[in-house]
């Protein structure tokens, strides 16, 4: 899988003057997610996404920006950050419990 994924905005979003229309949403390194719980994120919370967001899209979004999202944007932005975590378990070797 890539380490970046890019994504048209619905809706867009307003940043000072400047309308984005398109994201580049990076896979979020370990230090991405400083100061915000692993499990909130895991599970997509509407607070670690804003605070991580800003630090994994090219161009970069305010925090405050990402509570601005379409619902329809924020979704499949979700969808591309659970596709970036998803892809250890499917790689992860996995055991029979037939054994």
């Known amino acids: 899988m890539q380490n970046t994924q890019k994504i048209k905005l619905k809706a867009g979003i307003q940043s000072g003057k400047t309308t984005i229309s398109e994201l ?3 896979k979020p390194l370990t230090g991405d997610l400083r100061g915000v719980k692993l499990l909130d994120f895991i599970e997509l919370d509407i607070d670690s996404l804003a605070k991580v967001l800003p630090r994994i899209t090219t161009p970069q979004i305010a925090e405050h920006e ?34």
Do not use: C, K, Y
């Open 24 to 26: 580049t949403i990076r």
């Open 66 to 99: 990402v509570f601005d999202l379409d619902l329809i944007d924020l979704s499949e932005i979700t969808q591309v950050i659970a596709s970036f975590l998803s892809e250890t378990s499917r790689n992860a070797p996995t055991e029979s419990l037939a054994e």
